[in-house]
């Protein structure tokens, strides 16, 4: 008869836990994690090549890096991004961002980038700037 009222109770008790750790959702990632460093240099390649900017964009902070394990692993991140001097095509100049903001002019993207590495598969399949 205890059964009766002992089993609801834990049912409800692994619905309620079960909630907040989702299977297969995005989880909060190291910034420091090779395949996160890898997927935002990406993301940053990748957004100067598409961008009609006559001037390389850099990396000013990083605000959240979130990873979710698919057929591979999508990588969502947001960044605060600023112009620098280089102009796109300058052969390996280390571009510093400009240190007057009115030059930097900062914006914030967040870029969905979805990757394979076991194949060398990389992707960037959202961007929002």
């Known amino acids: 008869m ?14 309620v836990g079960s909630c907040a750790m989702m299977v297969g ?15 935002l240099n990406f993301a940053v390649v990748e957004h100067n090549r598409r961008s ?6 850099q990396v000013q902070e990083v605000v ?17 991004m600023a112009k620098t001097p280089c102009r796109k095509g300058s052969a390996n100049e280390v571009c510093a961002i400009h240190q007057d903001p009115e030059l930097a002019q900062p914006y914030e993207c967040t870029f969905t980038v979805w ?14 700037c």
């Open 25 to 39: 959702g995005y989880r909060d990632a190291d910034v420091n994690d090779e395949g996160v460093q890898n997927a």
């Open 2 to 15: 205890m059964w009766k009222i002992v089993l609801p109770l834990l049912a409800a008790g692994f619905a």
């Open 64 to 80: 959240k890096v979130q990873k979710q394990v698919v057929a591979g692993i999508n990588y969502s991140i947001t960044l605060r």
């Open 52 to 57: 009609n900017d006559m001037f390389l964009s």
């Open 115 to 128: 990757s394979r590495p076991w194949t060398s598969e990389i992707k960037l399949t959202k961007q929002i």
